[in-house]
């Protein structure tokens, strides 16, 4: 017998790309960033140590949603902070799909995303990429079961990027609100955020883990109307960031030329990467996020990726029903790339 409820039976759970505990490795499968965060982070973490942990923190992390708001160009009331992206995810699922609803997302991208319409009891909905790696209308289309649809922009593993004139069209053409999963947009040419103020469907999700070194930290930021913030606080944890971590991002995101010149380094590591794959016979999709997706046009590549593990760098392998295989490489330094490339070769 079982104490759970059943859908929570059936479900399969989400895995995390592999995390070793032991041991040297090259880590390029879950394009974590290579480079320390700015070193004003450190400082503010001491502080709040300074000044001690007894008290709870702030509910709304207000120093980072000012500091946020300055650089997004929007007003801090638009800002809500979560533990990671990932729980920002999770409340909005909550918050907008019930049982027997529907999400949907695009195929292949990321897959937490069926898990969390799964813990609703909801149905997930996979709209494929067209072999461009553009969308369907279809994917702007949805009838009254449809509450929320997920597109991770750039996405993951193809590290391709839907123009943001596309994206309004489909909001506006959906009977629901639509979240752009920006978790790589520091790594690419345009974003969303502008299209939050025209329409109230768009809702802009960042973290703090990629571009800004912090995966460990565990922070991340919905940009969404002042109405839809305020419905969602109504459902998060009173206290879902921590002192430590308000303090951390709110030094993190007040530092721009850090950002600025570590992101430069990913992204000329980033097309030294591409050129090379392909000169080894790789046919790598061109990338605006931290990673190259690298499909293999005549040769399978899980022998690849167990070569390398065995060789103690980890890439990402993916393989997608009725899409195909391909090794996801995060973007390291230019050693990590060339020590990839190296035994790829
Ligand atoms: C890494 C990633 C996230 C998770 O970000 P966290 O802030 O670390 O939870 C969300 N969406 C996509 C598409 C990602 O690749």
């Not at 708001?69 to 638009?78: C, D, I, K, M, R």
């Not at 079961?145 to 839907?162: A, D, E, H, R, Y």
């Not at 760098?313 to 190296?342: F, H, K, P």
Request: include cysteine.
């Amino acid at each position: 017998m079982s104490y759970f409820r059943p859908h929570i039976d059936s479900l399969a759970g989400y895995t995390p790309g592999e995390q070793p505990q032991a041991g040297k490795f090259i880590k390029l499968n879950t394009n974590e960033n290579p480079y320390p965060p700015s070193p004003n982070v450190k400082q503010a973490i001491l502080a709040v140590l300074d000044r001690g942990l007894e008290k709870y923190p702030d509910p709304m992390a207000n120093s980072f949603r000012i500091r946020a708001a300055q650089v997004l160009g929007v007003e801090p009331e638009w800002i809500l902070c979560g533990n990671g992206s990932d729980e920002i995810l999770t409340i909005l699922t909550r918050a907008f799909v019930g049982e027997g609803d529907r999400l949907r997302l695009p195929y292949p991208s990321y897959i937490l995303y069926r898990t969390l319409a799964e813990i609703q009891g909801a149905t997930s909905e996979e709209v494929r990429f067209n072999a461009d790696w553009s969308l369907p209308a279809a994917f702007g289309q949805g009838d009254g079961k449809l509450k929320l649809v997920f597109l991770p922009n750039p996405n993951s593993p193809s590290g391709t990027f839907i123009a943001p004139d596309k994206i309004l069209e489909f909001a506006r053409s959906l009977p629901c609100p639509l979240l752009v999963d920006e978790a790589y947009a520091d790594f690419a040419s345009d974003n969303c955020v502008r299209l939050v103020k025209e329409c109230d469907k768009i809702m802009v999700s960042r973290t703090l883990s990629k571009s800004y070194s912090l995966a460990g930290l565990r922070f991340g930021f919905l940009v969404a109307q002042p109405h839809i913030i305020e419905g969602l606080v109504k459902i998060k944890d009173s206290y879902n960031c921590d002192a430590l971590s308000i303090a951390a991002a709110t030094a993190a995101i007040d530092d721009q030329s850090h950002l600025v010149a570590n992101t430069a380094k990913i992204l000329a590591t980033r097309s030294r990467l591409e050129t090379k794959a392909r000169e080894l016979g790789f046919a790598p999709i061109p990338s605006q996020a931290n990673f190259v997706w690298c499909p293999h046009p005549s040769q399978p590549v899980k022998p690849l990726y167990e070569r390398l593990k065995a060789n103690r760098i980890l890439v990402r392998y993916m393989n997608y029903a009725g899409w195909g295989e391909g090794l996801r490489i995060s973007v390291g330094t230019d050693e990590q790339v060339d020590a990839c490339l190296a035994l790829l070769a």
